[in-house]
């Protein structure tokens, strides 16, 4: 950075600093181009996977396994594509933060220069509506305030001013003496260096931070650790399959064939159909809902979440000043005060500020007092910085005027010399004012801005034909009007709903320890721990991952704070959510597992964010975490189910293979078996998800699905080495490997998809929940179709035959036998 001096550039010098610099731009998110947006669907594990098995199914010669394979990757890439590609073009895009021009001081003269051209040193004039244009210290300021809620959550502007660095000040935010790029003048004018352009601003800094890849998220991390755990499985069957085949029967071709069936049926193909479509559908009823889910795997981190961390200006609060209170002297609501509120403000025609504008909002009182009736406008004192306090005068039809002053507390206080306490009017004495200074300083603390409105009555005539400063004086003090910028209505409902689900609320402001306390207070969340900011400097990670989960509410919070406890939570093993509005929270919504956003909210926010709540109720965000455990249900569903059948399955070739003189299943036999299984798992998005299990939050346990493939499997293999047994010794199948074949395959379909509706529930199947209607209808036509292939047409090109009565009928105690095995096993995994 260059020295810092007041004297402007030359034009040389500003292009020297501009070739040195660059243009006063920032970082974006950059928007993806329809290639690369369809790598990133393609570079996961599964996929490739899938795309292996598909071309080495093409390289041997078995077209149909490569045509099913290939036909369930594309439709899960395609759908998965397209809905993404649709929500980004409905998510609003990040656009510049600041105006385009900035008047600028060069060579002597005074000019307006398009923003991206300034550079460090160059001199700038800012007046009340200016986008402050670059990161600058003020080196005159009169009257200067600035709203930064987008940097720093506060609602309510700050006063700025020409001053040194306060070297006790970490947060730069906090130095008076700054203001920064993406923060607005609201009043006065100023005379400012700039200090940082473009990607060295504190903006620029939390951009540049955001534009980059994202990280994996809990369920991508999921899915990815899921198909290593199956790659592991193929690693040691595929290999174990084709070596005996080959050793036993000496026809290496036949066993690496047989070898490739096997690796695909143990391979889940439909995973990422299955898993996609289920997105889709919670998109599409999160989106009946006005919610863009601008990523699908938000959906199911949504259920996951546990923790929800959230900012507090304009998601938890309004993000607007609202007049909170009206009280008199004693602290108790008074109907004068906002009365006389209401007069000051509606006759004033100087800069109204906010504060105006929320006793504007009373817009009864218009009617209510008669205003233009009854009273009259005499006059008015304007406000000053100096005096902080504005007063107007107004007369009630052939009565007195009365003048209504009012402004900042202690200024109001000295100007006073009496006070109105139960309709009386008396002495202000040091007792009375000691009195009022506390109730202003109790308001204070819990986060209120607090004006003093003080009055005097004036015999008509008696000041001459105006009004003037000296006027205010000997008045009497009437109360105080609060400003606050308070919680949404719907924000303790949707707190204390998401608590019933088991997700921890956590606050992190930018914001004062005073008002947070106070809001936390509306919205019924403990308040009496908070860990500030300057806390947080002083803790490495280690120390933040320790304390981070023992505390509800962080304070005083920069980006980078925001940032760190989020990861800290993710160290913790939690699965955690953020909900921010402002600038400063957007590398907090980037680094979350689920970012969430709101309409009202700054553009870099929604860029960063995975869903944006289009309409600012906080209900949303249960319905959103319901909506995504059911997603997640179905998706485990799916895997636990293909996952537990094909490890069984494939279990049972391997030992087939041992013991048989033939394949114990033709190649076509299987892939043909695993289409038809796939096949009635399609209608798994539409099937509903237990109650009980939207509960608590669900999280990838790996280990917990490995243990139940390792449990359940099996069970599947026990049925299926009794199926061999009745084959070889009770119809003589060991004379006829077609028949073996027809009946392992029936068998082996039958078990499959009737053991979807077990491992769907937690309960008992078809008496304490039942699967969705599409669902029931898809398995029943697909047992039907497989019994219908060992008699149809393509019996003989399958290689089947049909199969003696009395089979059907071992068929069906054996279907009996099998589920209430599994459910015992299941029940006893469920407790465990």
Excluded at 1 to 6: A, V
Aim: aromatic share 8%.
């Amino acid at each position: 950075m260059p020295p810092f001096s007041q004297e402007c550039l030359t034009t040389a010098e500003a292009t020297a600093r501009l070739q040195q610099y660059g243009f006063n731009e920032i970082a974006r998110e950059k928007t993806l181009s329809p290639l690369r947006r369809m790598w990133n669907h393609v570079k996961n594990p599964l996929v490739i996977l899938l795309f292996v098995l598909g071309t080495l199914s093409w390289l041997t010669g078995d077209i149909r396994a490569t045509i099913v394979i290939f036909v369930m990757v594309l439709l899960g890439i395609v759908l998965r594509y397209f809905q993404e590609m649709k929500a980004d073009k409905a998510a609003q895009k990040l656009k510049a933060m600041v105006s385009t021009h900035a008047t600028v001081i060069r060579d002597g003269n005074q000019r307006e220069l398009p923003l991206k051209l300034l550079v460090p040193g160059d001199l700038v004039i800012l007046s009340a509506g200016d986008m402050v244009p670059a990161d600058i210290r003020l080196l005159t300021a009169k009257d200067l305030h600035v709203n930064q809620a987008a940097l720093t959550g506060e609602a309510l502007p700050v006063e700025k001013e020409a001053k040194d660095v306060d070297d006790t000040i970490d947060n730069p935010l906090e130095q008076i003496c700054y203001c920064f790029l993406g923060t607005n003048v609201i009043s006065g004018s100023a005379t400012a260096v700039v200090m940082h352009t473009g990607d060295q601003t504190y903006f620029g800094g939390v951009a540049h931070s955001i534009a980059g890849e994202r990280e994996l998220t809990s369920f991508d991390k999921g899915i990815n650790r899921f198909t290593w755990l199956m790659i592991r499985f193929m690693f040691i069957m595929v290999p174990a399959v084709f070596l005996i085949n080959g050793l036993t029967r000496h026809n290496w071709l036949e066993a690496f064939l047989f070898a490739m069936a096997v690796a695909v049926g143990l391979t889940p193909e439909m995973l990422p159909m299955i898993v996609t479509v289920n997105l889709s559908k919670g998109a599409l009823a999160m989106a009946r809902k006005k919610v863009i889910v601008k990523r699908l795997n938000a959906i199911q981190n949504f259920g996951a979440m546990d923790i929800l961390c959230t900012d507090k200006t304009g998601t938890i609060t309004r993000g607007k000043i609202v007049l909170q209170q009206h009280l008199d002297v004693s602290g108790k609501d008074s109907q004068t005060v906002l009365d006389y509120g209401y007069l000051n403000s509606y006759y004033h025609t100087g800069l109204k500020n906010i504060m105006d504008d929320a006793v504007l909002e009373h817009e009864e009182l218009e009617t209510a007092l008669k205003i233009k009736e009854t009273y009259q406008k005499i006059d008015e004192i304007p406000f000053d910085f100096e005096r902080k306090r504005m007063s107007v005068v107004v007369a009630e039809k052939n009565a007195q005027h009365l003048l209504i002053c009012k402004g900042a507390v202690e200024g109001i206080l000295d100007i006073c010399t009496r006070i109105e306490m139960n309709r009386e009017i008396k002495e202000l004495s040091a007792i009375e004012k000691n009195g009022c200074l506390e109730l202003v300083h109790s308001m204070n603390k819990k986060g209120f801005r607090v004006v003093a409105l003080a009055y005097r009555q004036i015999e008509p005539g008696a000041e001459g034909t105006g009004y003037h400063i000296s006027d205010e004086k000997e008045l009497v003090l009437l109360g105080f009007l609060s400003f606050f910028d308070p919680p949404k209505e719907t924000a303790a409902e949707a707190l204390e709903r998401l608590q019933r689900l088991h997700v921890d609320v956590k606050i992190l402001t930018g914001d004062n320890e005073a008002i947070t306390r106070y809001i936390c207070e509306q919205v019924r969340m403990p308040y009496d721990k908070i860990l500030l900011g300057h806390d947080i400097e002083k803790m490495d990670d280690k120390k933040l991952d320790a304390v981070v989960t023992s505390y509800n509410i962080f304070a005083r919070l920069i980006p980078s704070h925001k940032k760190r406890i989020i990861q800290a939570l993710q160290r913790n093993g939690h699965v955690t959510g953020f909900l921010g509005d402002g600038i400063n929270d957007a590398p907090a919504l980037k680094i979350a597992d689920i970012g969430i956003s709101v309409n009202s909210a700054v553009d870099v926010a929604k860029e960063s964010s995975d869903i944006i709540l289009m309409e600012n109720n906080l209900l949303v965000l249960e319905q959103g975490v319901a909506e995504g455990r059911s997603v997640f249900g179905n998706i485990i569903k799916y895997i636990k189910m293909a996952a537990s059948s094909n490890f069984g399955n494939m279990f049972s070739v391997v030992g087939a293979s041992a013991f048989l003189p033939f394949l114990p299943m033709l190649p076509i036999q299987v892939l043909t078996n695993n289409l038809l299984y796939d096949f009635s798992q399609t209608t798994i998005p539409t099937d509903k998800v237990d109650e009980d299990w939207q509960i608590k939050p669900r999280k990838w346990t790996i280990d917990e699905l490995q243990r139940f493939i390792l449990y359940i499997g099996p069970i599947s293999s026990i049925f299926d080495y009794i199926t061999f047994f009745i084959l070889w010794f009770v119809f003589h199948a060991n004379h006829n490997p077609a028949l073996f074949h027809t009946g392992w395959f029936i068998e082996s379909l039958f078990t499959q998809t009737l053991i979807i509706h077990v491992i769907r529930t937690n309960k008992i199947p078809f008496i304490e929940s039942r699967a969705s209607w599409q669902l029931l209808t898809s398995s029943i036509i697909i047992v039907i179709a497989g019994a219908w292939l060992t008699v149809s047409p393509l019996a003989r090109v399958l290689g089947f035959v049909p199969l003696p009565t009395l089979y059907w009928i071992f068929l069906a105690v054996i279907l009996i036998f099998y589920i209430l095995l599994t459910q015992l096993m299941k029940n006893h995994l469920t407790k465990k």
